[in-house]
Nanobody, 125 residues
């Protein structure tokens, strides 16, 4: 069992930056693939970024490539999402998720087993 808690979301102007954090409980954090997803009002939850257990492999949605960076610190049981050059269309609730299947970095929500409560990111124009 893994419990995930996101933080760092807030209101920011377009062009600004934010760093989201996701802290995980438990002693097996380093054995999970971790992902960030987001969901805007009236839209489906979508993949943003994912990272392998040791951080050696990352994956990004096309919409955030070159602007967002996912990273993890297994000693701190934490995964991060650095978001730069933010746009109004990045406005959403951002969720972190953990996948125990260990078959690559999944991009679909159904593959992830544990979810945080989410943190709101609002980008004003």
């Amino acid at each position: 069992q893994v419990q995930l808690v996101e933080s760092g979301g807030r209101l920011v102007q377009a062009g600004g930056s934010l760093r989201l954090s996701c802290s995980a409980s438990g002693r097996t954090f380093s054995s999970y693939v971790m992902g960030w997803f987001r969901q805007a009002p009236g839209k489906e939850r979508e993949f943003v970024a994912g990272i392998s257990e040791n951080g050696g492999t990352t994956s990004y949605a096309d919409s955030v490539k070159g602007r967002f960076t996912i990273s993890r610190d297994n000693a701190k049981n934490t995964v991060y999402l650095q978001m730069n050059s933010l746009k109004p269309e990045d406005t959403a609730v951002y969720y972190c998720a953990a996948d125990r299947a260990l078959v690559g970095v999944a991009t679909t929500p159904v593959r992830y087993d544990y979810w945080g409560q989410g943190t709101q990111v609002t980008v004003s124009s």
